[in-house]
């Protein structure tokens, strides 16, 4: 899952653990993990929505401002279907030095 940059440090704080996406058809797996800058996040849900269940309280929770904000960025394409994806960021490993 791609997020716009505005959203990142939000997701990677664990701040916002979930996403309105409106697509053709899902995108992403339920457990299934896609990167992200330096770690990854993983589905927990995916669940089919209607716009009308697009609130602002919910847009919050997405990172965004309000509706008119999160619809600006939920669209992909040509897009008719409204999903609410629930996850959670997962940090890259350190790793450890080599002797």
């Known amino acids: 899952m791609v997020f716009a940059k505005r959203l990142r440090e939000g997701v990677r704080q664990g701040q916002i653990t979930c996403s309105v996406r409106i ?3 899902p995108h992403v797996i339920v457990g299934n993990r896609y990167h992200m800058d330096e770690g990854e996040i993983e589905v927990d849900s ?3 929505i209607g716009l009308p269940d697009i609130t602002p309280e919910l847009a919050r929770e997405s990172g965004f401002l309000g509706v008119v904000d999160l619809l600006k960025i939920a669209k992909h394409g040509k897009g008719d279907r409204v999903y609410l994806i629930r ?7 350190k790793r450890k030095a080599r002797p």
């Open 23 to 25: 697509w053709m058809r």
């Open 46 to 48: 995916i669940t089919p």
């Open 87 to 93: 996850f959670h960021y997962i940090p890259a490993r």
